[in-house]
């Protein structure tokens, strides 16, 4: 058995935590967090599990690391302290873990990361002897091993596209939806998210996964951006209220070109209400979906729609982009230490999973 720590307890952390639970190959050995009112907890109550797991909530990193975990899932955010993420999953590779993480979006295609991330990285692969494999949902296999994989079905392949379209208010992160979103703020406002460039470091990453797995060159990475305001203030369950003119919606595209024309590209239609811009394309049904479109012959659409914790769709999201990583995780321990992507490891099936039983 592989002993697993997880570092975090928030939206990606409780369903870690139920993955590793699930996986069986994988022990729970650890459960990190950094709010005192969690620690000596249970990890069982702490994802939402019917039962007890045995391992209580600790917040003492050097303890944990100290106990040479096989492997860290990294929970905790990066898209806020990029810097303090680095710095915690280095120190958990120098002490020799495999870590799987979506905290780190330079380094979802690693080969083109900033020397400045990606040596720190290699630094402590070669000290420590660890490794990383850093994904998600969408940047991740909703933009990298599934449209590749729906590709292969096509006898011509014109333009794939990869959606996100998503009620943002389902979101528990009213930080991020607000402020680096910008949902409800005044259309004046930069949404830092959503300011040039950004987008492409984001999800440039993804454009030249696919286009590396393709055999294409790209010319450039362009972007677009449209934002539209709210009509009418509405208010959310989770989130409280959006006032009439605020930034209600979001479509902005991460294009790869190849002989002059957009032929990769990373779609988001992104609300705060189903009222704003009904004319761009939604979800079949729900809260959200990702769709990857092969405009070719023939012509191909798939839908994704996950969900979990009471039928929320951003929790289905989550637990999909934790299943990824946590099912690399004994895949990654038979290979060489080292820094991989997406094209790397596999999707594998579910072995070992079918029908198995809890306590």
């Known amino acids: 058995m592989i002993s697993t720590a997880v570092w975090g307890t928030g939206n990606v952390g409780r369903a870690a935590i139920r993955a590793v ?152 992160q009213p930080d991020s939806v607000r402020w680096l979103v910008g949902m409800g703020q005044p259309m004046d406002y930069q949404p830092p998210m959503l300011a040039p460039t950004v987008p492409t470091m984001v999800w440039g990453g993804q454009i030249r996964l696919m286009a590396r797995a393709l055999g294409v060159e790209l010319d450039e990475i362009r972007e677009t951006l449209e934002r539209q305001p709210l009509e009418t203030t509405i208010s959310t369950q989770s989130m409280g209220e959006f006032v009439a003119g605020g930034q209600g919606a979001v479509r902005f595209e991460v294009q790869g070109i190849v002989d002059g024309e957009p032929r990769i590209i990373v779609e988001h239609v992104t609300r705060i209400h189903p009222s704003c811009a009904p004319d761009w394309p939604a979800p079949a049904d729900g809260d959200g979906a990702h769709r990857v479109i092969i405009e070719g012959r023939p012509h191909i659409e798939v839908t994704i729609e996950a969900s979990d914790e009471n039928g929320n769709r951003a929790a289905g999201g989550n637990a999909t982009a934790v299943g990824r990583l946590v099912s690399a995780i004994d895949w990654l321990a038979d290979a060489e230490p080292g820094l991989y992507d997406a094209l790397d490891i596999p999707l594998r099936p579910a072995v070992g999973k079918l029908g198995r039983k809890h306590p």
């Not at 955010?77 to 120190?91: C, F, H, K, Q, T």
């Not at 070669?126 to 850093?134: C, D, P, R, W, Y």
């Open 21 to 172: 639970e699930a996986h069986p190959a994988l022990t729970l050995t650890n459960v990190l967090v950094h709010n005192p009112d969690k620690v000596g907890r249970d990890a069982g109550e702490l994802s939402g599990l019917d039962y007890r797991v045995g391992v209580a909530a600790t917040d003492d990193i050097d303890a944990v690391l100290a106990a040479s975990p096989r492997a860290v899932v990294y929970a905790a955010s990066g898209d806020i302290r990029p810097d303090d993420a680095l710095a915690d999953i280095v120190r958990a590779i120098r002490a020799g873990a495999i870590v799987v993480t979506p905290a780190l979006y330079a380094l979802y295609d690693p080969r083109n990361a900033p020397p400045e991330i990606r040596d720190p990285v290699l630094a402590a692969i070669a000290e420590g002897g660890g490794s990383l494999f850093v994904s998600g949902v969408d940047p991740g296999w909703g933009n990298d091993v599934l449209p590749l994989l729906i590709s292969g079905l096509g006898g011509t392949v014109d333009v794939i596209r990869c959606q996100e379209i998503f009620d943002y208010s389902t979101y528990d």
